[in-house]
């Protein structure tokens, strides 16, 4: 009897545990789900190198490449001969396009570089307006102060279409005739949560034919998924962008979902001015694909 | 068995001094129960059965897997269980109530426990539903035996094939069941089919149980349960696949001598797998995908102790469970990327109490009972970054204490009886309640939003019951009322937007400042001659919130009659049960006014034997009058079953 006891038990067993494994579909891996879109490029890696006046200079980007859109630059600087580290006291950066017609026009950047002491380099960022073309060349020009004397380099770049849309930028011209370029900073990687967004403003500045940072504008945002089927979906506790002491405009957005989203903007300035950007409906209309502000940018994740 | 709550006899059985026919009683007692069967049908299903207990009302969304109400409160306000084990739903609709993971013929009964008295297996409100399994004793006489009913129902073409087995010996006992249901779209009184209402079902279950010594016995259970291609007519996509797998080995050790009589552990495991389906509705804007899991994890022991007036029950509980639910739409594009969120974020759930029931009996005529229970309940979401788009820093991490108390006294003069109790108990919040996320909710169209900072529900419960009985009448009343503090409801967020296309806003999951519940329940019983018997319930609800205003899903004011007439080997009943119209209904909860509806039933048996085989066979209609109607708990207002007429045939042997 014991035997037979024993017996089942096993037999018994084998059913449950062969029905427990045998799940029916497989859960969705959320950690792959959230990088679908977007190539993880966390490591800096040479863009180009170039040798002047005894020194050589390494410009370094995520992922090697640099893209259109906002960019973290890196420079680190050695003496030729022994590749061996030397005090610099200042590295400034001058991001160039040139066009077809030979005008050059200087792109938004961060001039003075700040240094890193742990990784001995200069950071900094520029936000490269298009890619390069037969009609569009860009060149960096690195200014470098060792010992008080200050040496200039320029290097030939080549920048690559943006592959991830959280990068994106948008350029377009103000109701007071400005022309003005945004440029989304982070999150490279969003998630379905509350994300803080991070976006540069600036304007052309025409008689200089160089970008600089607006500064005390607001960038009104409401985001919304413009897929049909979605009804102009929106997402709660978005708060507008404005600037901080980094220059950048800060915001939050919150995604409720992975997919399409367009961040529909308002700019507005200093005054309370409308310079660009339109209201979108808000009612829900399932089936209707959703309206874009005149401003906005789209994203993927 | 379907002891009722206010029946506290049940709960505490006096403990017989014979230990072996102790055994015999307590871990199996399996044929001397009444049978799962209503007063209409010897056949029923879960529900079918259920539905006969005056303090059960039904939310329907089609003819399978009615979600209970335990004295008109949702299912989240009660603990369901099967033989103590918690089983949690993996449907963030609902689709899937523990009562759909078991079939009649491996339930011995359904014990139901109203409010705190109900605490033994865990925190509540509304109080438990615990269904029993079939348990078979050791060394029967008949070493083997069993039952098989077969049966039609013709208007929605329902066949079921239900087989049940045992063996007992003096060692060893195997009770095992397997159950086919399949049937297909129902039609309304109009005789208009009711389409997306088919289910197909199957459950099979096996028991094994070997006595180690004169006082003590092992067992291991199983049920596995699996409804394939089954409509929701009232909700926007149907269910594909359901299968769940609910496991258990017990030990069981009895006292002969001594203040404790009983000690009984059990360690559980059940999976549960729901994937939902919208490919059978073609007008859907949005193809999605909605596949959900629960896995829970628990133990169970509890010891009876007995010494001279005073009885008691203690018990352990704690159980781990991880609900996951994912929600995938499809771009109309199919080629464009597919968006997906979670609307249930990995959440964990633990619970661990400690629950003690006593009975006093002060004198012979009157009895106290009283108890209470602590619980811990701590709740961890890992995907919490959900949770935080409508409630910025909610911690990932909860817990909660969760006491509860009650007290009742008992009273037996003659011919009647009496009883006055109260309670007091706290609930945690239900995993879709406190950390759900867009669950779209197709009766009053909105999508829900988790709240994981909601506090605990508070209930302070009053109850009263008096009874008259003579050999031939039994007349009787019960009542109740909770104060319910911090009640949970959705409330309209002024925040967000839809995500569900069928959708016109969203709601959140809210604390009422309170809401109170009245449940009234007066039954009567009659032999008006030998053999013919009359029975009769009259209920009435009212639960309001702190406002004044209604609360959804309280039952009108309905009656259920039945007579039956038995005359050697021939059965007639005829019943008649209905609801008067719904003069509270709650329009902010999507609900409009219901009609009033009468629904007549008939039904015959036969009882005969096949060589040594004995047999019923059973004829009858429901709505014999193809009534069209729809009641105040049918989701979306679906329409009910019209005329149908049934047989079925049980063979035991
Ligand atoms: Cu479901």
């Not at chain 1, 950066?93 to 742990?118: A, R």
């Not at chain 2, 979600?67 to 269980?81: A, D, G, H, V």
């Not at chain 2, 990995?346 to 009157?366: C, E, G, P, Y």
Request: aromatic share 12%; proline share 3%; glycine share 8%.
């Amino acid at each position: 009897m014991r035997d037979l006891f024993i017996k089942k038990v096993v037999f018994y067993s084998a059913i449950i545990s062969f029905l427990l494994i045998a799940c029916t579909k497989e859960k969705t891996d959320y950690e792959a789900e959230r990088g679908n879109t977007v190539a993880e490029n966390t490591e800096f890696k040479e863009v180009t190198s170039l040798v002047s006046s005894g020194y050589s200079i390494r410009i370094e980007a995520l992922g090697g490449v640099l893209y259109r859109g906002y960019n973290d630059i890196r420079v680190i600087i050695n003496k030729q001969q022994n590749n061996e580290p030397v005090a610099v006291s200042s590295v400034k950066l001058l991001p160039v396009q040139t066009n077809v017609q030979g005008m050059k026009i200087v792109c938004p950047h961060q001039s003075e570089m700040d240094y890193t002491l742990d990784g001995r380099y200069f950071s900094g960022y520029s936000v490269f307006t298009d890619e390069s073309s037969a009609a569009v060349n860009w060149s960096l020009e690195i200014d470098f102060t060792v010992g008080g004397q200050t040496f200039t380099a320029t290097q030939h770049v080549t920048v690559k279409p943006q592959v991830n849309k959280n990068r994106n930028l948008t350029t377009f011209t103000g109701k007071d005739g400005e022309q003005y370029l945004i440029a989304l900073i982070a999150p490279w990687k969003p998630t379905v949560s509350e994300n803080k967004l991070v976006a540069g403003i600036y304007k052309l500045d025409a008689a200089q034919l160089s970008y600089t940072t607006v500064n005390g504008y607001t960038l009104q945002l409401d985001p919304r998924m413009p897929e049909p089927s979605m009804g102009n979906h929106s997402s709660p506790n978005n708060k507008d962008l404005v600037q901080q002491a980094d220059g950048l405009y800060h915001g939050v957005v919150n995604y409720t979902m992975t997919g399409n989203w367009t961040l529909n903007f308002i700019l507005v300035n200093q005054n309370g001015r409308v310079i660009a950007g339109t209201e979108v409906p808000k009612d829900f209309t399932p089936g209707v694909e959703g309206r874009k502000s005149e401003l906005y940018i789209d994203i993927l994740f | 068995m379907l002891s009722l709550g206010w029946n506290v006899h049940g709960q505490n059985n006096p403990v017989t001094r014979d230990t072996t026919r102790r055994l015999a009683e307590v871990t199996v007692n399996a044929a001397a129960k009444k049978r799962i069967e209503n007063d209409l049908k010897m056949t029923v299903s879960v529900d079918e059965y259920l539905a006969s207990a005056s303090n059960i009302s039904f939310i329907k969304r089609g003819a399978y897997a009615w979600e209970p109400l335990l004295n008109n409160m949702s299912s989240e306000r009660s603990t369901i269980t099967i033989d103590g084990m918690h089983v949690f739903g993996a449907c963030t609709d609902k689709m899937d109530p523990i009562t759909s993971y078991v079939e009649s013929n491996n339930l011995a009964a359904i014990d139901i426990k109203s409010g705190q008295e109900g605490n033994l297996h865990g925190a509540t409100v509304a109080g438990s539903i615990d269904l029993k399994r079939r348990n078979t004793a050791f060394g029967l006489q008949k070493k083997i035996g069993g039952a098989y009913q077969t049966g039609f129902e013709f208007n929605n073409k329902q066949t079921f094939n239900l087989g049940n087995l045992y063996y007992s010996s003096d060692k060893f006992v195997a009770d095992g069941s397997i159950a086919f249901r399949k049937a297909g779209n129902y039609y309304d009184g109009n005789d208009d089919e009711v389409r997306h209402s088919q289910y197909n079902k199957f459950n099979a279950s096996l028991g094994l149980a070997y006595k180690t010594s004169p006082l003590s016995a092992v067992r291991v259970d199983a049920i596995f349960d699996r409804a394939k291609d089954v409509g929701f007519p009232a909700l926007p996509m149907d269910l594909s696949l359901s299968r769940a797998i609910i496991t258990s080995a017990a030990y069981k050790q009895l006292f002969e001598e001594g203040l404790v009589k009983v000690w009984d552990t059990k360690v559980y495991f059940n999976a549960v797998e729901h994937y939902m389906d919208d490919t059978t509705r073609p007008e859907n804007l949005v193809h999605m995908d909605m596949p959900g899991w629960s896995t829970t994890y628990g133990l169970l022991s509890k010891i009876n102790l007995q010494k001279d007036r005073y009885s008691s029950e203690i018990q352990v509980n704690a159980y781990d469970n991880l609900s996951i639910a994912e929600m995938r739409m499809y771009p109309q594009d199919r080629s464009k990327q597919t968006m997906f969120a979670y609307s249930w974020p990995w959440v964990t759930t633990r619970f661990a109490s400690v629950a003690m029931n006593n009975a006093l009996d002060l004198s012979d005529i009157s009895r106290l009972v009283f108890g209470g229970s602590l619980g811990l309940n701590y709740n961890y979401s890992k995907y919490v970054e959900f949770n935080w788009i409508f409630h910025p820093g909610s911690p990932q991490k909860k817990n909660r204490f969760l006491p509860s108390l009650h007290a009742s006294y008992q009273l037996n003069i003659g011919q009647f009886d009496f009883s006055l109790g109260t309670g007091f108990g706290h609930r945690a919040p239900s995993v879709s309640e406190a950390y759900g996320y867009y669950i779209y909710n197709s009766f009053d169209r909105y999508d829900y939003i988790g709240n994981p900072d909601l506090k605990n529900e508070v209930s302070y419960e009053a109850n009263a019951s008096a009874g008259f009985k003579t050999g031939k009448l039994s007349i009787g009343a019960k009542a109740n009322y909770f104060f319910i503090q911090d009640y949970i409801i959705g409330r309209i967020l002024s925040l967000g937007s839809p995500m569900n296309y069928q959708s016109v806003g969203v709601k959140g999951y809210t604390s009422l400042d309170h809401a109170t519940l009245f449940n009234l329940a007066l039954n009567a019983q009659y032999q008006i001659l030998p053999g013919l018997d009359w029975k009769a319930v009259l209920t009435y609800a009212r639960g309001q919130d702190n406002m004044g205003g209604n609360l959804p899903f309280i039952r009108p004011l309905s009656y259920q009659t039945s007579l039956h007439y038995r005359y050697k080997m021939i059965g007639v009943q005829t019943s008649m049960n209905g609801d008067f119209s719904q003069v509270n209904f709650s329009p902010e909860y999507g609900e409009d006014q219901t009609a009033s509806y009468k629904i007549w039933n008939v039904s015959a048996d036969y009882t005969f034997t096949i060589g040594k085989l004995n047999a019923v066979f059973q004829v009858g209609a429901e709505n014999l009058f193809n009534e069209y109607y729809s009641t105040y708990a049918d989701w979306g207002n679906i329409p009910r079953m019209g005329r149908n007429i049934f047989t079925s045939l049980k063979i035991n042997f």
